[in-house]
Structure formats: structure tokens, C-alpha cells
């Protein structure tokens, strides 16, 4: 897991690199006619970068965005109005059951289907009208890292060619992740004093709802620690009652415009006495941390789930280890699970 | 709270008899032009209820459905594409800042706008272009549950309206309710044993993930449990990783389109020697549960989510008084919380 989670630089760029021809041409095409709809249909950590999809893609096309659920299609069988949407799949192996079965049912109803995977020969590929392929290499781990950066890649790369921009912007994506690696030492200094930790909160806002929602997972797939996941506005909304003294909450925190709701959550919970773990370039709401983790560069909001994303992943790695488990092979899981 | 819990057959017949004439005109206009897409606006409880609503609509009109996501509006300022769209906001107090952000936001960008909020004078009221009030009568507890599923029913009441029903059906709903409500001295026996307990999992599907989501909340904001809620497919894809022997899991198990998804995740739970409590009027998974929960009737799938969450606010409230909390102020909050 760590050894990939430092692949992710040269992945990132491979991506890029590889797809960003195509995807102009899809761009060019799909602006052509005006989408009412995109669809995000996604499992487990691909469903992390579909959440960061459905806030990215809001913000930059102005088109709607609605997360699927499978169910609706598989086991209630019901078609939905679909015609003239972008119905996007999203998955590391391609051969996720329900996902294919909703990529088939969005087909037939009229919907334009693309297929982001790591796998060009997968089932998911064959299904959807245009495929995309990450360039991650094999992932060993069943713990997902360098497809899931990969997948937000691609995301990034739809909304550009969504938005009749140029990838530029993106070219800087791997010299941030790459900056990012640098944290290993510091985390691996701070990962010690939470070898007991049994629970936690991790909470995020916008785009990095899915980073809150992806290190969550992380730390429950590889360390077994109950991480919940809440965006800030409805941690407010009940959850936050939890916070007792010492309780561990883990934030995600890069400037811009959901900085000033952490910077007044990171105060509450000072307050509070709570045990805060701030991912942030920003002194402003470290000083308020009882473990500040500052990110080496100061990141624009919109590109920032990339670079934040990997100290947590390396977090959950590192507390694996410090709790005596394997990251690679996590009890009970395996790298491709079936559901409908 | 527990007398509120009490109230809801009757504010569910009130809700019903109260607004289905003014409901049912709404369908005949809607009907008349063909809705793209409708979008679900809450925070907190609202939003378990927009759950719900966003499988039960999609399921039964075939219409797709998004979960807003307020910041987008609020703090990115981005004016989505919602031209003919159905925007509804659910808000127990109709003062939610943000909620009404995107009613106001979407009106302007052409969407037909609803309230559902149990308060017919609130500022909500006033931006929408229907207001439909439920009869819950003023709720005194922090933690919200009458309001909770007379939002369910407003739900119910719009997805018949969209699909040219009548509310036959839905006149049973108030006598499930009472039925659930028999089960009190049952939870009362077994609520002890979970007196210490500090972390769980809660675990649903489509209707019926919006009731682990908001057992879930229960749980967090009036006995400080911390509380995760899945969908029985996520819950497999990475965090089933969690569960050792004694990990305690809620399981909501009507009969229906789910219930073979759920009895395989009981049936695994078994193996894996976790402490499981399934709600259910089927013996086919009481049998292995740890802690069988009988649901007295055998209520369609369609209609289980108010009556399989009755159980869950009983269960909430008699394990915040049995750990010493008072579940009517949950330390850190107040009824109305204001976010952006």
C-alpha cells in the first residue's frame, strides 16, 4: 500500500498524458448538445471519487449531478427517464455487477454512458459508449490509492473537456501529490499516539467531503477503526454532540471558500477539549490543532482533494502497521466484491 | 421524547387527511409537463428523510432524483442548470439558511420550488412556490422523530401525486405506526445489555438505508454512540472489515425486493460471531440475529420505513436515559442550527 501510494506522482501524470486527447474530442462533442444530467454510479472508494465528481462537476459546468443507487435499477428494475444524460461509471476493476447493470439500464433509456476504469478490457468497458483508462499501473493492495487519485484525474479532465477548457491547470496535479509525499516523515512521527484509537470522526467539506469520506474508509478497511465521515454543515446538525473530551476528529481543511467553516469548527472543537488531527496549509487553524499535519504547498481549493487525500492515505498505512495489521490484506475483503 | 414517539399515528392521519386534497391538485399540474429531474434539499434528520425520498420517487415515478448539495450554492455560488426541475426543501422549522439559499437559488434558474416543513409560517414557506405542512404539532425534543415521519409521509403523499395515485394505501400507514409502537416493552428488556456500548454499525437498504442513517443520528446525538450507518452493498465493499467478534450491528430487514442482500449480510455477521440486532417480521433472519427485534405486522417494503423506524427512536430513547443522558437536550445542540 505504501509503495503505491508513492506510485501516484507518475500515475497521476501518465493519466493525464494518456487521455487528455480523447477526452478534448468527447469535450468538443458532448458541448455540442446540452446535457440536462450527469450520473455518478460508483462502489466503495470509486464511490469517493464520484462524490468529489458530483461537487467538481456542479461547480465547474453548472449541470446537475446525481449519485445512483444501484438498487433502484437492480433489484426495483425500474428504468428511469434517463434520455440525454451522461451516465458515468466509475470503477477500479470495471467488473463491479450492479454498476454494469446500471451503465446497461442508463444505455437503454437513452443515456450517453462513459466508462472510468483502470481496466480497458473490463465489462464496464465493453458496456459504455466511451471508456477512459487510468493509468495506475496494477494496484496489489486491496486498500485503493493510486486508482482512486487516478479517477479524480479523469473527473478533473471531464470537467475540463465538459467546460471547453484546456488541461493545464491539471498539469500541476502530480507536482502537488509529489509535494505531498513529503509528509511521510511527519506522519509517521504522529501515528504512534493513535496506536489504541477504536473511533473517530473524519470531516470535510465540498470536495473534500470525499477525502473525509475516503480516509474514513481507509482507516476502517486497514486499521478497523469505526471512522465516520460528515461534512461539516451536518456534523453540525447532531453529530458534533459526540464530541467529548479527548474524542479524535481528523479534518480536512485547504484554503478557499469552506475554509472559514473548518477554521470555526476547528475552534469549536478546541473548546470542546476534542483531540483534532488539521490537515491544512493554512497557520491560521493549525495553531488550533492538537496534531497540526501542514501541507507543504498552499493548493487552490479546486485542486487541493488530490494532494490531502495522501497524507491520509499514508495515515492509514502507517496506523496498519503500528497496529500490527497488513494494509495489503485486509481481514475478510478482497480486491473485487460483488453486490447488486 | 419518548411521548412524541407516541404522538406520530395520529400526526400521520392528521398529515394525510390535512393536505392530500391540496397534494393531489399539485400531481395534476405537475403531470402536465413532463419533470426532468427533481432535486431534495435538507440537512440533518430532513436529510434521512430526503433519503427515503430520493429511492421512494425514484422508484415510483421513474423520475431521477439529486441530493443537493448545498455548498455548491452557498458558498461556490454556482447557479445549476434547473430549468423545469421539482427543487423541494425539507425543514422541520423552514429556517434552515442554506436550505433556503438553494430554494431561492433554483427558483431563479427556473425550477418549481416546495416546501416540506412543519412550520406552514417560516421563511421557507414564503420562497416556495408550494408549501405543504405537516401536522406533527409542535416537536419539544432536540432530536426530531414525529416531524421525522410526517416528512416521510409529505413524501409518500408527493410520489402519489407525481404518479397519478390515489392515497388509499397510505391511510394504513398511522396503523402500522401503532403497531410499532407495541413494541416498547420488548426494547425496554433488551435495551440493558447495550448499556456500555460505545460504537456500532447500522445497516439498511434503498428506503430503508434512510432508517440506519437516521437510527444512526439518533444514536450519536442523544446516547453518543458512534453510530455508522451503510447501505448492506457499501457496508460489504471495505468496511464488513470492521467487524470481529461482539462488534454490534443493526440491521433494518423488511420483507421485499432487499431482504435476500440482508439475510446473506446476517447470515455472514453470524460467522463472523458479531452481535447482531435485526429489526424484521420475518423468522428467516430472526433466527440469526442475537437480538431478534419481531416487527408485529408484515408491512410491504414500500410502506416498512415508518414502522421499522418506530422501534429505532424507542431504542434511542431508552438507551440515552439508561446511559443517563436526557434525550431531550443532547448536550451541544439546540432545535434550529444554522449553517451555510
Same mark, same amino acid.
Given at each position: 500500500m505504501l509503495r503505491e501510494i508513492h506510485e501516484q506522482p507518475a500515475a497521476?501524470?501518465?493519466?493525464?498524458?494518456?487521455?487528455?486527447?480523447?477526452?478534448?474530442?468527447?469535450?468538443s462533442r458532448l458541448r455540442a448538445r446540452s446535457i440536462p444530467l450527469i450520473v455518478l454510479v460508483a462502489?466503495?472508494?470509486?464511490?469517493?471519487?464520484?462524490? @468529489?465528481?458530483?461537487?467538481?462537476?456542479?461547480?465547474?459546468?453548472?449541470?446537475?449531478?446525481?449519485?445512483?443507487a444501484p438498487s433502484v435499477h437492480t433489484l426495483y428494475r425500474r428504468r428511469l427517464a434517463l434520455g440525454g444524460a451522461l451516465v458515468v461509471g466509475i470503477s477500479q476493476s470495471g467488473e463491479g455487477t450492479d454498476i454494469n447493470a446500471v451503465l446497461e439500464s442508463s444505455k437503454r433509456a437513452g443515456a450517453t454512458t462513459l466508462a472510468l476504469t483502470n481496466n480497458g478490457r473490463s465489462r464496464m468497458a465493453q458496456i459504455a459508449d466511451e471508456t477512459f483508462v487510468s493509468r495506475a499501473g496494477r494496484e496489489r493492495s486491496v486498500a485503493a490509492t493510486k486508482t482512486y487519485t487516478c479517477q479524480l484525474m479523469l473527473l478533473y479532465m471531464l470537467?475540463?473537456?465538459?467546460?471547453?477548457?484546456?488541461?493545464?491547470?491539471?498539469?500541476?496535479?502530480p507536482d502537488y501529490a509529489a509535494a505531498a509525499l513529503d509528509l511521510e516523515p511527519r506522519i509517521a512521527g504522529v501515528v504512534e499516539r493513535y496506536r489504541f484509537m477504536e473511533r473517530c470522526v473524519v470531516v470535510g467539506r465540498a470536495l473534500n467531503?470525499?477525502?473525509?469520506?475516503?480516509?474514513?474508509?481507509?482507516?476502517?478497511?486497514?486499521?478497523?477503526?469505526?471512522?465516520?465521515?460528515?461534512?461539516?454543515?451536518? @456534523?453540525?446538525?447532531?453529530?458534533?454532540?459526540?464530541?467529548?473530551?479527548?474524542?479524535?476528529?481528523?479534518?480536512?481543511?485547504p484554503p478557499g471558500k469552506v475554509f472559514r467553516d473548518l477554521r470555526a469548527l476547528a475552534?469549536?472543537?478546541?473548546?470542546?477539549?476534542?483531540?483534532?488531527?488539521?490537515?491544512?496549509?493554512?497557520?491560521?487553524?493549525?495553531?488550533?490543532?492538537?496534531?497540526?499535519?501542514?501541507?507543504?504547498?498552499?493548493?487552490?481549493?479546486?485542486?487541493?482533494?488530490?494532494?490531502?487525500?495522501?497524507?491520509?492515505?499514508?495515515?492509514?498505512?502507517?496506523?496498519?502497521r503500528s497496529k500490527g495489521f497488513s494494509p495489503d490484506r485486509p481481514r475478510g475483503l478482497s480486491k473485487l466484491t460483488r453486490t447488486l
Open positions: 497521476l501524470d501518465r493519466t493525464l498524458r494518456a487521455e487528455q486527447r480523447r477526452m478534448s474530442r468527447l469535450g462502489r466503495g472508494t470509486s464511490d469517493n471519487a464520484a462524490l @468529489f465528481g458530483r461537487y467538481l462537476l456542479e461547480i465547474t459546468t453548472g449541470i446537475p449531478v446525481s449519485l445512483a470537467a475540463e473537456a465538459l467546460g471547453g477548457g484546456d488541461f493545464d491547470p491539471l498539469r500541476r496535479i467531503y470525499a477525502s473525509a469520506s475516503e480516509l474514513a474508509i481507509k482507516l476502517m478497511e486497514t486499521s478497523y477503526v469505526l471512522a465516520e465521515r460528515f461534512s461539516s454543515a451536518d @456534523f453540525l446538525h447532531g453529530p458534533v454532540a459526540l464530541v467529548e473530551r479527548h474524542f479524535p476528529v481528523f479534518l480536512f481543511a475552534a469549536r472543537l478546541r473548546r470542546l477539549q476534542a483531540d483534532s488531527l488539521v490537515f491544512s496549509s493554512e497557520r491560521s487553524i493549525l495553531e488550533l490543532a492538537t496534531c497540526p499535519i501542514e501541507l507543504p504547498r498552499r493548493v487552490p481549493d479546486l485542486y487541493s482533494p488530490i494532494p490531502y487525500i495522501i497524507p491520509g492515505q499514508i495515515f492509514a498505512a502507517r496506523l496498519a
